[in-house]
């Protein structure tokens, strides 16, 4: 039974089958949720949410709360099933070493999107030529050491988000695809479609896309229809793949049917528009909007794998496999009481990654910057481990210097 109460009602055990408002008045990946703790009221009286619909056929009612669905969070239990799993991917040369080709890479993407989306304001289709070359660029880099072209592709400017965005999802697809084991074609087809999935925006006033708090519901039709928009765009490109339009069509639809267009359901989404969606989300949820700051890629993964509504979590624990579960470029604290930022992903496991460490927490100070890989225990440092995420802004640090 679907039941309205009071936020203040709410308790662990209970589903929350709706949250009552707009999917961005709430801090949620999603508006349907089991209540685990505390924190999940907590954050909704920080948003000012007085009631919430309740399934009390998915959890406790109001009057009967069971107490062995007062279940404690323990934040990355989740996530540390993935540990065990490694990743075949192989560098042939150090992030360090692939970073200036990485870098030349990202710019020559953004500079070949900026233009596309600046032809598609103009009613013009993309030169796929000219996205293919920046695909296999990108290919080549993610063949010597994915780690680099992937850290860089999560600096980005407010100002620059739509480009940089689309930047980033075709690299990460790109990755992904290669990850699964997918052939070139295939991966090419997917780069280009991550290049593309938001060309559709460039035909949404730019206010309406950055504008920040409440849209109305015509307005967040509008924002929506970019993906229909993008569609008709890139119709009139030939030799545009059907994988790439998967990859743009399906990139908003979710497992459960609540997604946009189309609302397609379960694996009607293609399985290249189910690896966008993962794609897509977590690159937006991860990178500072002008409407929402940045989470961190940790927390973010954990969302989506909490999600199997939602993402498939098979693809979701592949993804994690690709990236991490502390992707390069994150900052991590070490239980050395050490803080470093991550190089790449270690052999032995994926909380075992390879970390520029350049911060001492107990003395507050910042060390000579040294590279453990914590999948080999040193005879000087012993057997570290990561035990947490930290915020670079907490900090004031700018991880990628330490790359
Ligand atoms: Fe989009």
Redesign the pocket.
Known sequence: MIKKIKVKELTPGMFIHDLNCRWFEHPFFTSQMKVTDRTIVQKLNEHGIKDVFIDTSKGSDLLRVPEENLITADGNAELEECAEIKSKDRSLVTVRGELVKADLVKKSALTTVESVLAGAKLGKGPEIEAVESVVYEMIHSVERNKDALISIGRIKKVHEYTSMHSVSVGILMVAFGMHLGFDLAQVRQLGIGGLL??I??ATVPEALIKKPGYLSEEERKTIQA??DY?RKILENSPHLGEISFAVTDH??ERLDGTGYPNHIRGDDISIFGQMSAIV?VYDAMTSDRSYKKRRHPTEVLRMLHESENIYKRELVERFISCIGIYPAGTLVRLESGYMGVVLGQGERSLLHPRVRVMYNLKKQCVTTPRTVDLSRPSKKWGDDRVVGYESPDKWQITPHVYL
Do not use: L
């Open positions: 999935h938001d559709g925006k970019h993906v993008g990139h908003h897509d």
